[in-house]
Every structure is written in structure tokens, then in C-alpha cells.
């Protein structure tokens, strides 16, 4: 049965975090709207308002949605995932006081999944409890975000592995307790079976950042992203997380909900961009007449609408094929989850680009301005394009799977649908009724047969 309604009972949830969010999360994106508060956990703010609002959202079971009871989250699938993360999309802060967080989100998931009960004990523990933060640290320099150009190379030897190389945008590292890295291990084989993720705490010897990477806006030197260097990094053999070769499987358990996740708080951006359009039209006049009794600006408006209304309900259709691959574990399933997720990260941040830009211009002035948060909300378009993979790297695997199983046309010249060779089917199909018919016209204008 197809059904678009939420049960009474999580709907009430979803009012509860709405309320919250607005009432006492989103004030925090106004005293402290940068990149590095919060994740700061020495900070004040931190330890005096967002602690406290932790444990109310904990209190209230809605503390790391994302993961199974057994490591202290809900449990909740996609779909009801999406609908949490659209409310919480709308504030900066609001992941992270919900437990949900990236990069932390998806480094939680792969210590779950592939960690050892040491490595949980000292790693996942504290990061799910959202006292410490943490680092994945896969792209490079020189090979961007494809792992054919990987360089970064960790070497056995008897005490451990030895490190060396370079890794780029390393999320929130200058908070980061401990680094997860993705790095060559035999290069001798093909990429996809020869890296391997390690575990790298916080000062280990040999792992430097040389300088701090951040988003337009921000000062030179002082982003939040970390450009490393690794010089002869020695890594115990216990820091090894899975099997050695294992890196693209562990990757794909944390990029596939991360990117998901990020078009899931995308929707939460654009309703507000939505929202905010709504309310300068109604609020605003021009040439003496209200700017409501424009009909192109009433077009503007229900052109964004239909552009996030849409992109909603296919971020909602993607988290529906993720939940039931999860499910029934069948293969055709799970290829159809990896294409939707894929196809709603394409689609991301073209939507945020276009939706927001139409806002941004009905604002005039004032929505170019540091006045509202347009421009920020419309940054993450470009942010996300190449975040989590390029976006044409994503409409690549897109067509291929749609390819995948595509059956060539008996006739590669014209194709299955060319009408004169279809129609001389069909009147092959009908022969015996050749003769029955007339298009001649009787005296009632009528045709007989």
C-alpha cells in the first residue's frame, strides 16, 4: 500500500524537535555562527548550553537517531530519519545536539560495524556519549576524492605501520580526538583492494596539519578542515580497523548515509529558503501595489515550491529503497539503494544552488547581505557538489546502473520504438481483420466496421 501520511506517534516527536530546535537551538546559530564552535568541546558554550541540551534530547530518546539501540541510538530508518532531518537541517547547531553530526555520524557507524571491542571501547565510546569529535581524513591533494590517485602509503613492519603521504579537508581537525584515514596499503593491486583505514589519535608523532582549510568567508589559516601531512607516522598494528584491503567496503558503510543524510538536512534548508520567499512577497510592496500582485514573482515562488517539493519526495523515495534493501538484503535491492542515493546526491546541489539563488534575488539587497543567511544557505550548493564525491562522479554511477541492465535494440539503427517498423508489426499481429474495416462514411457520418 502507498501511503505519504506519518503515524500520530511520531509526528508528535517531530513536533517536540521542531519546537526545540527553533526555541532553543537555532538562537546558538545567532551568537555563534562559525565553523569551529561547534565543535569545540573545551568551549564555554559548549560545556554550559549545548551539554544540557544534549541530555534533554537523550532524556527524550531522540539521541543519535542513526544507530542501533545496542550502541545507545534509536534505531530509525531512513524515512523516518529524513523526516527528523529535515527539522534538523535548519539549524547549524542542531546536529550536533541531537548526536548526529558529520563527520562523527559516519565514523560511529563504521566503529560499530568494523571496530574491535578495544578500538569501540576507547574510540566509539566517548563519541557517542559527544565527548570528543573526530576526523575522516580520505582525500588528497593531487588526487582529489579518487582513490586511483592516492598516494598516501602506509608500510608493515614489525612494530606496526609506518604513514607517509598527505590528506586533504580532513573535517574538523583542529577538535578532533582521533583521525580515521584512508591509505594505501599494497600498491600492487587494484586500488579497491589495496587501502586500508586506520585509526590515528590526536598527537601521534609524525601526523601534522600544515595548515588549517577553510570555506569562503573564513580567514586564510583558520578553517576548519585540516590539510595533513604524515612524515614516517607510526601506527600500532591494533589501530588497523577491519582487515587489511577492506578500506572501500568500510567507506562505502559510512559515505553511502552520509550523503543521504546530507540531502535529508538539505530539504530542511530549502523549506526555509521557502518560507523566507513566502514571507517577502506577502510582506512587501513595489510601484504601489503589494509584490504578491506580481504574476512572475507568484511564478518565482511556485517554481521554488515545485522544485522542493519534488526534490523532497525523492530524497523520502531514496530513504524508502535504503530501509527496504536493509531489509531483505536482496542484491537488485541494494543496486537500487546505491543508485537512488547516488542520483539524490547529484541532485542536491543543483537544487540548493537554483532554489536558493531564486530567494536570494527576490530579497535584492538585503539578500546578498550578512543581514540574513541566504548567501551561507546557498554556499552549501558548490559545498556539497563536491563533498562526499564529485557530483559527476555520482551521475556516472547513476547511468551505469541504469545501464547495467539496459537490453540493446534488435534493430540498433532505428531502435524499439520506430513507428513504421511497429506499425507493420501490428498489422501482422491483426492480418486476420485485414478487410473488416472502413473508413468509409455512411449517411449519419458515422464510420462502420
Given at each position: 500500500?502507498?501511503?505519504?501520511?506519518?503515524?500520530?506517534?511520531?509526528?508528535?516527536?517531530?513536533?517536540?524537535?521542531?519546537?526545540?530546535?527553533?526555541?532553543?537551538?537555532?538562537?546558538?546559530?545567532?551568537?555563534?555562527?562559525?565553523?569551529?564552535?561547534?565543535?569545540?568541546?573545551?568551549?564555554?558554550?559548549?560545556?554550559?548550553?549545548?551539554?544540557?541540551?544534549?541530555?534533554?534530547?537523550?532524556?527524550?530518546?531522540?539521541?543519535?537517531?542513526?544507530?542501533?539501540?545496542?550502541?545507545?541510538?534509536?534505531?530509525?530508518?531512513?524515512?523516518?530519519?529524513?523526516?527528523?532531518?529535515?527539522?534538523?537541517?535548519?539549524?547549524?547547531?542542531?546536529?550536533?545536539?541531537?548526536?548526529?553530526?558529520?563527520?562523527?555520524?559516519?565514523?560511529?557507524?563504521?566503529?560499530?560495524?568494523?571496530?574491535?571491542?578495544?578500538?569501540?571501547?576507547?574510540?566509539?565510546?566517548?563519541?557517542?556519549?559527544?565527548?570528543?569529535?573526530?576526523?575522516?581524513?580520505?582525500?588528497?591533494?593531487?588526487?582529489?576524492?579518487?582513490?586511483?590517485?592516492?598516494?598516501?602509503?602506509?608500510?608493515?613492519?614489525?612494530?606496526?605501520?609506518?604513514?607517509?603521504?598527505?590528506?586533504?579537508?580532513?573535517?574538523?581537525?583542529?577538535?578532533?580526538?582521533?583521525?580515521?584515514?584512508?591509505?594505501?596499503?599494497?600498491?600492487?593491486?587494484?586500488?579497491?583492494?589495496?587501502?586500508?583505514?586506520?585509526?590515528?589519535?590526536?598527537?601521534?608523532?609524525?601526523?601534522?596539519?600544515?595548515?588549517?582549510?577553510?570555506?569562503?568567508?573564513?580567514?586564510?589559516?583558520?578553517?576548519?578542515?585540516?590539510?595533513?601531512?604524515?612524515?614516517?607516522?607510526?601506527?600500532?598494528?591494533?589501530?588497523?580497523?577491519?582487515?587489511?584491503?577492506?578500506?572501500?567496503?568500510?567507506?562505502?558503510?559510512?559515505?553511502?548515509?552520509?550523503?543521504?543524510?546530507?540531502?535529508?538536512?538539505?530539504?530542511?534548508?530549502?523549506?526555509?529558503?521557502?518560507?523566507?520567499?513566502?514571507e517577502r512577497i506577502a510582506s512587501r510592496t513595489t510601484r504601489g501595489g503589494p509584490l504578491a500582485d506580481q504574476q512572475s514573482v507568484r511564478q518565482s515562488l511556485a517554481e521554488v515550491w515545485i522544485a522542493v517539493e519534488q526534490f523532497r519526495l525523492q530524497v523520502l523515495h531514496a530513504a524508502w529503497?535504503?530501509?527496504?534493501?536493509?531489509?531483505?538484503?536482496?542484491?537488485?535491492?541494494?543496486?537500487?539503494?546505491?543508485?537512488?542515493?547516488?542520483?539524490?546526491?547529484?541532485?542536491?546541489?543543483?537544487?540548493?544552488?537554483?532554489?536558493?539563488?531564486?530567494?536570494?534575488?527576490?530579497?535584492?539587497?538585503?539578500?546578498?547581505?550578512?543581514?540574513?543567511?541566504?548567501?551561507?544557505?546557498?554556499?552549501?550548493?558548490?559545498?556539497?557538489?563536491?563533498?562526499?564525491?564529485?557530483?559527476?562522479?555520482?551521475?556516472?554511477?547513476?547511468?551505469?546502473?541504469?545501464?547495467?541492465?539496459?537490453?540493446?535494440?534488435?534493430?540498433?539503427?532505428?531502435?524499439?520504438?520506430?513507428?513504421?517498423?511497429?506499425?507493420?508489426?501490428?498489422?501482422?499481429?491483426?492480418?486476420?481483420?485485414?478487410?473488416?474495416?472502413?473508413?468509409?462514411?455512411?449517411?449519419?457520418?458515422?464510420?462502420?466496421?
Open positions: 500500500m502507498w501511503d505519504f501520511s506519518t503515524d500520530p506517534g511520531f509526528q508528535g516527536e517531530l513536533d517536540w524537535v521542531a519546537e526545540f530546535v527553533r526555541e532553543e537551538v537555532e538562537p546558538l546559530d545567532l551568537l555563534y555562527p562559525g565553523n569551529h564552535e561547534p565543535y569545540d568541546r573545551e568551549s564555554e558554550v559548549f560545556k554550559e548550553v549545548v551539554r544540557p541540551l544534549q541530555r534533554r534530547v537523550k532524556e527524550r530518546g531522540l539521541w543519535a537517531a542513526h544507530l542501533p539501540p545496542s550502541l545507545g541510538g534509536m534505531g530509525m530508518g531512513q524515512v523516518r530519519l529524513a523526516l527528523l532531518n529535515e527539522i534538523l537541517g535548519r539549524s547549524q547547531w542542531a546536529p550536533m545536539v541531537f548526536g548526529t553530526q558529520a563527520p562523527d555520524s559516519g565514523n560511529a557507524e563504521i566503529l560499530a560495524h568494523y571496530g574491535n571491542a578495544e578500538q569501540r571501547r576507547l574510540y566509539l565510546e566517548p563519541l557517542l556519549d559527544g565527548r570528543i569529535v573526530s576526523t575522516y581524513a580520505m582525500t588528497e591533494p593531487t588526487g582529489g576524492a579518487d582513490p586511483g590517485g592516492f598516494t598516501c602509503r602506509a608500510v608493515r613492519d614489525a612494530d606496526g605501520w609506518v604513514i607517509n603521504g598527505e590528506k586533504w579537508f580532513a573535517s574538523n581537525y583542529p577538535h578532533a580526538a582521533f583521525v580515521i584515514a584512508m591509505v594505501i596499503t599494497d600498491p600492487d593491486v587494484a586500488v579497491h583492494r589495496g587501502t586500508s583505514m586506520f585509526i590515528i589519535p590526536r598527537g601521534t608523532p609524525g601526523m601534522e596539519m600544515v595548515r588549517g582549510t577553510g570555506l569562503f568567508g573564513e580567514p586564510l589559516g583558520e578553517g576548519v578542515h585540516g590539510y595533513l601531512r604524515f612524515t614516517d607516522c607510526r601506527v600500532p598494528a591494533e589501530n588497523l580497523l577491519g582487515e587489511p584491503g577492506t578500506a572501500f567496503a568500510i567507506a562505502q558503510t559510512r559515505l553511502g548515509g552520509g550523503r543521504l543524510h546530507h540531502a535529508m538536512r538539505s530539504v530542511g534548508v530549502l523549506r526555509r529558503a521557502t518560507e523566507m520567499m513566502t529503497q535504503v530501509d527496504r534493501s536493509r531489509e531483505t538484503k536482496d542484491p537488485e535491492h541494494v543496486r537500487a539503494a546505491r543508485l537512488h542515493i547516488s542520483a539524490v546526491k547529484a541532485a542536491t546541489p543543483g537544487t540548493l544552488v537554483d532554489v536558493v539563488y531564486k530567494v536570494m534575488h527576490l530579497h535584492g539587497a538585503l539578500g546578498v547581505s550578512n543581514e540574513l543567511p541566504l548567501m551561507r544557505m546557498w554556499q552549501m550548493g558548490p559545498t556539497l557538489g563536491v563533498a562526499d564525491g564529485p557530483t559527476e562522479a555520482h551521475k556516472d554511477v547513476v547511468a551505469k546502473l541504469l545501464l547495467r541492465n539496459a537490453v540493446p535494440a534488435d534493430d540498433p539503427l532505428f531502435g524499439s520504438e520506430h513507428l513504421p517498423t511497429k506499425v507493420a508489426a501490428a498489422r501482422a499481429k491483426f492480418a486476420a481483420l485485414a478487410g473488416k474495416t472502413s473508413t468509409e462514411k455512411t449517411s449519419t457520418g458515422k464510420k462502420e466496421v
